[in-house]
């Protein structure tokens, strides 16, 4: 097999490598690689340069010292899970994590010895006296909470959660390393689902862990070789192509979001408007605190009439997909009642304030008038 022969010149992309295996000169060449003497690559499950690439990009968006690609998001929490947990260790969960992290929690860890709390983590007194009750190995919270965007306030819990000799991992994902580097914040390690606005395409499922201590780097790098959580060298180049175009999305999208909220408070069918950057929005300051470059793509709005009033307003406006994913670069919607929060009990969506009516918005980089006379359409047939 030859290789081109680029002389001179080298390609300005990024080339793809999906090649499952490196071939090595000799005996002493491999031992080198292994004992980690001399960079180079043997088998893709165990490291590949795509990969490789991406992580060192999102190493350093992220203020890490380390970073791992996996195979998708949930493929990052159970590296986590898998690299610093065993049996008899407890584990603090935020009652609003993405759904499909609970239940990796609480069926599948539990499986293995593992005991699992959940505490309201807004609620600052409840975390302190869930540590004092018992000894944490780690603590899980999200930046930004789906659907209702409550904010973590990750320096206090990163106080509270060293206090008592805890890791605190935080799930990044709605907000990107653009607005928030949880680790700068004290944060012990941090997750995104790079399937999210970091691709920004919905054409690649990926996830990304990253940390400060350079130990918890080499387990968390060997717990995923073994337990096979790589990531494919396609994906990470894919998604390699749309970083440089990280900032820029995240930012417009976010200035796109809050012009969005407050053109939609204003809307008589709209009931309630749910957006960390408005002021009646229970984290808008520490938001203010914690977020760079506005508030996010996520935002909630409900329609009095619920569940028909919301497939009423689906249909008027095809433009704005129903898509229970979040982070594209074109404005899609969801329901969180019936996709994220199917499964909970009325009387938990009730208390939570996830209603038949409300609709979540991940809104993109789209120009916004366009955007907005789409929603207008929507919302016109609802007086019909
Ligand atoms: C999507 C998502 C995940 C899981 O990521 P996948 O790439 O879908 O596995 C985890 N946390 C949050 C907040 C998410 O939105």
Redesign the pocket.
């Known amino acids: 097999m030859t290789h081109p022969d680029f002389g001179l010149s080298k390609p300005l992309t990024p080339p793809l490598y999906p090649s499952a295996v490196y071939t090595l000169p000799d005996l002493d060449a491999l031992d080198a690689i292994y004992e980690h003497r001399t960079p180079g690559f043997i088998y893709a499950r165990d490291g590949h340069p795509n990969a490789t690439q991406l992580a060192s990009e999102l190493t350093q968006l992220s203020a890490a010292q380390w970073g791992v690609v996996t195979g998708?998001?949930?493929?990052a929490?159970a590296a986590a899970c898998l690299a610093f947990l065993k049996a008899g260790d407890r584990v603090l969960l935020s009652r609003r994590l993405?759904g499909?992290?609970i239940r990796l929690l609480q069926d599948e860890c539990t499986r293995f010895g593992v005991v699992v709390e959940l505490v309201d983590s807004s609620d600052l007194a409840a975390v302190a006296n869930a540590l004092q009750a018992s000894h944490y190995q780690l603590m899980i919270v999200?930046t930004l909470s789906?659907p209702l965007c409550r904010v973590a306030d990750i320096p206090q819990l990163a106080h509270l959660t060293h206090d008592h000799q805890c890791r605190l991992l935080v799930?990044n994902?709605?907000a990107s390393p653009v607005m928030c580097r949880p680790l700068e914040l004290g944060a012990d390690l941090v997750m995104e689902?790079?399937?999210?606005i970091i691709n920004g395409a919905s054409d690649i499922?990926?996830?990304f862990l990253a940390g400060r201590q350079t130990a918890d780097g080499q387990r968390v790098a060997s717990v995923v070789s073994t337990w096979g959580l790589a990531a494919n060298p396609f994906d990470c180049w894919l998604t390699m192509r749309n970083l440089s175009t990280l900032d820029l999305r995240v930012r417009t999208a976010s200035t796109n979001a809050l012009a969005v909220a407050r053109w939609l408070k204003d809307q008589p069918a709209v009931s309630r408007v749910v957006y960390p950057g408005l002021t009646d929005h229970p984290d808008h300051a520490l938001a203010g605190r914690l977020l760079e470059h506005g508030y996010g793509h996520m935002l909630c709005f409900e329609l009095a009439g619920g569940r028909k009033a919301v497939n009423t307003w689906m249909r008027a406006t095809p433009q704005i997909p129903f898509a229970p994913?979040?982070g594209h670069s074109d404005t899609t919607c969801s329901h969180p009642a019936t996709t994220s929060h199917r499964y909970e009990t009325p009387e938990a969506r009730a208390a939570e304030g996830i209603t038949d009516g409300l609709i979540r918005l991940s809104v993109g980089c789209e120009p916004l008038e366009p955007l907005l006379r789409i929603l207008a359409q929507g919302l016109q047939q609802l007086g019909a």
């Not at 998708?72 to 493929?75: D, E, K, L």
């Open positions: 998708s998001g949930m493929g929490i993405y499909k992290t999200e789906n799930d994902t709605f689902s790079l399937t999210k499922t990926l996830g994913s979040l």
